[in-house]
């Protein structure tokens, strides 16, 4: 059968005053008819080449996995001054999969939780500046089955306890500051920025290595300057 998914989003926005404005949201989809394997009836294959970087061989598959995505975003934006401004923003969400055993288990995305705040100031008609900090829960994690992995010379994913982890929280600073110059109906633009400010290392999952049989880290990036240019004409 066809993936089937339906969804429902409502949105609203409120102009508090001539500086500042309130928006809510809110989703729910429902997904029907994923890919599944009997003879691995908790894992959910779609998302399997997010936490093993490839997908493994299923020789037979049936179209009758479910999911469920539902979640809510508050946002407040406000103009501080002419040249100042802000964003303040706080996501509450859940993704999740029913497995061939009947149980509700959490995809790999369901961090739950996310906290963004960004400010920007207006240096001059040219310059620009702007920083964000953003928090986010840990995403689920599947532990391996050692002695399985370890007889298989592979890893193997417990089977009961399929994102049943959970990692730490990832937060992270960015800076960046914009130069733009006009011209006759165009401009140029010239950014440098640096992600990750503070180098804060985290794990963001974990892949079996045959190298001794022990779990191998993934380490999201850390501190990372950048720099671009963009023309718009």
């Known amino acids: 059968s066809d993936l089937n998914a339906t969804e429902t989003h409502i949105a609203y926005e409120h102009i508090l005053d001539d500086h500042s404005r309130l928006l809510l949201e809110f989703y729910y989809k429902r997904y029907r008819n994923f890919p599944m394997d009997p003879a691995q009836p908790s894992l959910f294959i779609i998302d399997e080449a997010i936490y093993r970087d490839f997908y493994y061989p299923h020789h037979s598959l049936i179209s009758s996995g479910k999911a469920l995505a539902y979640g809510f975003e508050i946002a407040y934006q406000k103009q501080l001054s002419k040249k100042l401004h802000s964003y303040i923003g706080l996501t509450w969400f859940r993704t999740r999969y029913q497995d061939l055993l009947g149980e509700w288990q959490n995809r790999i995305f369901d961090g739950r939780i996310k906290f963004i705040f960004d400010i920007g100031y207006q240096i001059d008609r040219?310059?620009?500046?702007?920083?964000?900090?953003?928090?986010?829960?840990?995403?689920?994690?599947?532990?391996?089955?050692?002695?399985?992995?370890?007889?298989?010379?592979?890893?193997?994913?417990?089977?009961?306890?399929?994102?049943?982890?959970?990692?730490?929280?990832?937060?992270?600073?960015?800076?960046?500051?914009?130069?733009?110059?006009?011209?006759?109906?165009?401009?140029?633009?010239?950014?440098?920025?640096?992600?990750?400010?503070?180098?804060?290392?985290?794990?963001?999952?974990?892949l079996w290595t045959e190298y001794g049989n022990y779990h191998n880290s993934h380490i999201r990036i850390g501190f990372l300057p950048i720099l671009g240019m963009k023309y718009d004409f």
């Open 126 to 206: 040219n310059w620009h500046f702007s920083m964000k900090y953003s928090i986010a829960g840990g995403i689920p994690d599947s532990p391996y089955d050692l002695a399985a992995s370890e007889a298989l010379g592979s890893g193997v994913l417990h089977p009961d306890r399929i994102n049943r982890n959970r990692l730490d929280p990832i937060d992270t600073l960015n800076l960046r500051i914009d130069w733009k110059v006009f011209f006759s109906g165009s401009s140029l633009s010239l950014y440098f920025s640096v992600w990750n400010l503070f180098d804060k290392q985290s794990d963001i999952g974990y």
